[in-house]
């Protein structure tokens, strides 16, 4: 039995070195650990020193040059795709603010958004958000690639890395003032395939289990949260969890976080090794871009699950 204390917290895997040990005996132990919290809470901490701490400054002193511009320049981050653009002043979450960076990982992408917020250029933004995204990216490949070898579909990866696009979206909470709501975020399920998140050094997103206890994700240097987006829920035929997460403010020093967000270009298939006696087919091959565009429909909005209300089979 796990005390109180370690019973209320995300499991926290190291992946530092995970990429030099393709295929050995540590490699096998790993992945197992992935694919068992991704199917247990959904998400987990990963630990992973790759990134430099100075890129992580600079990225958090972009953010904040960002969001420093006025409304009318952040509202020009519009994108034709939902939730790829800016979001903001709300009434039910008014102390959040976010923009969405689309093919963060694709320089000539980071150079038009970049283009929008300063006319005047901003090389060094461009750059720092690039070089952020690419190294992000590694590790969402990386944990696919561990995901993939957990279920045996091993290769499957090298179809996810051929079709990928990678989302960024960064957000700032402000303090909330007296009397006001402390919700940064509602709760919700990413629509993504695997979402990475970081944060700065305020505390503030909160998981839900299965059990439907509220886990605060405590951050760490080099702590990046790993969740399963609704897509992978049905890419694994709902071997993997896509939990409920939310952002709630109670401290007063501004929150600033950065999700990058893989989405697949065209039809996620459901690998047949999913589906057994064990688990009988509970999803359907999907468009994941549709998936997304249906979570903004009357239906969408209003099921439980969009997943299985998109592309549920039966
Ligand atoms: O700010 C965070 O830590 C979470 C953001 C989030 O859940 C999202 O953008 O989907
Ligand atoms: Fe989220």
């Known amino acids: ?31 197992e650990q992935v694919r068992s919290a991704l199917e247990e809470y959904g998400c987990f901490v990963a630990v992973y020193d790759r990134i430099a701490p100075q890129l992580m400054a600079e990225v958090y002193r972009a953010l904040e040059d960002l969001f420093d511009l006025p409304v009318e320049t952040k ?49 060094h933004f461009s750059e720092t958000i690039s070089s952020y995204a690419r190294e992000v990216a590694e590790l969402e490949r990386l944990v696919v690639r561990m995901v993939c070898e957990g279920y045996g579909v091993g290769g499957y990866h090298e179809s996810h890395e051929a079709r990928v696009n990678y989302l960024m979206r960064v957000n700032r909470y402000r303090a909330p003032r007296e009397n006001e709501v402390t919700a940064g975020l509602l709760p919700h399920t990413d629509k993504s395939f695997i979402t990475v998140l970081n944060q700065n050094q305020v505390n503030g997103l909160e998981v839900k289990t299965k059990d439907g206890d509220w886990i605060e994700f405590q951050a760490f240097p080099s702590s990046f949260v790993v969740m399963v987006g609704d897509a992978a829920l049905a890419w694994s035929n709902g071997r993997m969890h896509s939990a409920r997460h939310r952002v709630t403010m109670t401290r007063d020093t501004p929150r600033y976080s950065v999700g990058i967000f893989s989405y697949h270009r065209g039809v996620v298939e459901v690998p047949e090794e999913m589906v057994d006696g064990d688990h009988p087919r509970r999803f359907n091959s999907f468009d994941h871009y549709g998936l997304l565009r249906f979570f903004t429909t009357p239906a969408g909005t209003a099921s439980p699950c969009t997943a299985t209300a998109y592309c549920g089979a039966g």
């Not at 150079?111 to 901003?122: A, D, I, K, V, Y």
Request: charged share 15%; net charge negative; with cysteine.
């Open 75 to 123: 509202v020009q981050n519009v994108s034709k795709i939902p939730y790829h653009g800016y979001l903001g002043q709300k009434d039910y979450i008014p102390l959040h603010e976010s923009l969405g960076i689309e093919r963060s990982t694709v320089a000539e992408s980071v150079r038009s958004f970049t283009g929008l917020m300063w006319p005047e250029g901003n090389d």
């Open 1 to 31: 039995m796990g005390s109180l204390a370690q019973s209320s917290l995300l499991p926290v895997i190291d992946l530092s070195q995970a990429g030099s040990k393709l295929g050995t005996a540590s490699w096998a132990v790993a992945c």
